[in-house]
């Protein structure tokens, strides 16, 4: 059975993958599993056969038949949940609503924010300013409006993944009470506190580049210079996933190899991943980007890719568990996934062909990391409808390799800048020179597409 487990897994995810995109009634996937079923046990009755399975292919195959359709029922039966919402009963009518703020996403011109309310999730977007922090009460009042999609894009599937099937833009807004005191506030407290330092103490647009690459945030970036990452396909760094964590961690894990025994090198790589959550908020996008990064480090620890691979599985199958539409919907968990993948199979293989690459502070290891973790993460780019060009990979070895020194020096910076912020301009001064370079490599790169 243990030799099936990695088929069984897929069978359950290329399920929930299929129905994702097909509409297909409960009651067929029951009945076909039904069927499955039936046929699974006269099968065995007829063969008396034992359930460990081997060389069986008939049973084989109806065993993954059925994790299949365990996949397409597990989805079907997330998406019948809208039945809980009570919002999507009141489309066009204009209500006045209290809820607590659970999530917010600044753009170039608004601010999106998820209020926890008691009629359910909505999605509200206003403009930047007054800023409304995690836990802070709110009272709104405004357009129930459904969630509309767009030509190249499922945006009612994206919100639903996050329980949202309603939205409210530009409502009145009233601040009735702020934020409840606890783990979760206090975390998002520091958050702020840390993205003001950076901005503090970076000019833009590094300062928002940087809050990119540690935190997941675009904050307010020019369409031009985001333009030019698109191009280039390096938008991901800017994604909170586990590409950016991995790199980070392997780059610690290789810079601190040269002075500290391993265990020790891994233990820092591990705190850092840590730290990097914890510093994010421990929001469930953080949490599953630093899974697969962990195990992503185990790879490199060990060498091997038949544990790690099977690692990467299991914690797939969990989170696709709790919520199916991460698969589809959810472009940090694709990343995640696909680079931790990519970094299993082919970290090793790069290390040999970037032989002329130095091993001095892991700059090979870092170079190699990245070129496997692209090459499985170049389809999601195309299927995103991203540029991809020829200089998609030279652009992402010399622009990833920059992101664990920017991370490092931007953090010190950050820390030191809420001590005194002279301090944390010193400490970040490195990480302003490697977000220009990076900025010089894209726009370069860009105009050559």
Do not use: C
């Amino acid at each position: 059975m243990a030799k099936l487990t990695p088929y069984l897994l897929s069978a359950f995810l290329s399920g929930v993958m299929l129905r994702s995109f097909f509409n297909i009634p409960e009651k067929w996937i029951l009945g076909i599993m039904g069927l499955v079923v039936g046929f699974l046990i006269i099968e065995i009755t007829a063969s008396k056969i034992s359930f460990s399975f081997q060389g069986v292919r008939s049973v084989s195959a109806l065993f993954f038949l059925i994790f299949f359709l365990l996949g397409t029922l597990r989805f079907s039966v997330f998406e019948n949940n809208i039945v809980e919402d009570k919002l999507h009963n009141r489309y066009g009518e204009v209500l006045t609503l209290s809820g607590r703020v659970v999530a917010s996403e600044p753009k170039p011109n608004s601010v999106r924010i998820i209020l926890e309310t008691d009629l359910g999730r909505l999605l509200v977007v206003f403009r930047p300013y007054p800023q409304y922090k995690y836990g802070d009460m709110l009272e709104v009042k405004g357009k129930i409006e459904e969630p509309e999609n767009t030509p190249d894009f499922d945006v009612k599937k994206y919100l639903a993944k996050d329980k949202i099937y309603s939205e409210m833009i530009f409502p009145e807004i009233k601040k009735v009470d702020a934020g409840k005191s606890g783990v979760l506030p206090a975390l998002f407290w520091i958050r702020e506190k840390f993205e003001t330092s950076l901005k503090n103490i970076l000019p833009e647009p590094q300062a928002s580049l940087a809050d990119g690459m540690l935190l997941g945030r675009e904050g307010v970036l020019p369409q031009d210079i985001i333009g030019a990452f698109r191009n280039t396909s390096t938008i991901h760094i800017l994604v909170l996933s586990g590409y950016n964590i991995t790199i980070v961690g392997n780059s610690l894990l290789a810079f601190f190899g040269f002075f500290l025994p391993q265990v020790f090198a891994w233990s820092v790589s591990v705190f850092g991943i840590l730290a990097f959550t914890l510093m994010t908020g421990a929001e469930p996008a953080a949490v599953r980007a630093a899974i697969m990064a962990l195990i992503g480090l185990l790879a490199l620890r060990t060498g091997r890719k038949a544990l790690p691979a099977l690692s990467l599985l299991w914690a797939a199958f969990f989170m696709i568990l709790i919520n199916p539409m991460y698969l589809r919907f959810d472009r940090g968990f694709q990343l995640s996934f696909m680079a931790t993948l990519g970094l299993i199979l082919f970290s090793g293989f790069f290390q040999k062909k970037f032989w002329f690459a130095p091993k001095f502070l892991g700059v090979r290891e870092a170079a190699a990391a990245s070129a496997s973790a692209q090459l499985f993460v170049l389809p999601l780019l195309i299927s995103w409808g991203n540029t991809v060009s020829i200089f998609s990979l030279p652009a992402n070895i010399l622009v990833v390799t920059a992101v664990p020194a920017v991370m490092l020096f931007g953090f010190l910076g950050a820390l030191g800048g809420l001590i005194f912020p002279a301090i944390g301009q010193i400490l970040a001064g490195p990480a302003y020179l490697f977000i220009t370079y990076q900025l010089f490599i894209v726009k370069f790169l860009a105009g050559l597409v």
